[in-house]
């Protein structure tokens, strides 16, 4: 699997359906996902990240989420 930030390709072959909290370890915790469809294996990070790294990771990935949904907000009339 190529991760889609290294220009993997989004088809269903290069996907893995992770549900919120998996992704957030993906994402932000350090976890990689080994294997593929039928034998996904979750392999550790050398270094887990700080609790308060993870707090501030998800802190401005909301913020982000936030502005992103702001700027896409279409205008009332």
């Known amino acids: 699997m190529i991760a889609f930030v290294k220009d993997g390709p989004t088809e269903l072959a290069n996907l893995a359906r992770l549900?919120?909290?998996h992704h957030d370890m993906k994402t932000n915790g350090g976890w990689?996902?080994?294997g593929g469809p039928g034998r996904w294996t979750w392999v550790p990070p050398?270094?887990?990240p700080s609790k308060g790294r993870l707090d501030?990771?998800?802190k401005v990935a909301s913020e982000?989420?936030?502005a992103r949904a702001k700027r896409n907000k279409p205008l009332q009339n």
């Open 19 to 21: 549900c919120a909290p």
């Open 64 to 66: 982000k989420a936030k």
């Open 46 to 48: 050398l270094k887990p």
């Open 32 to 34: 990689m996902l080994g």
């Open 56 to 58: 501030r990771e998800r």
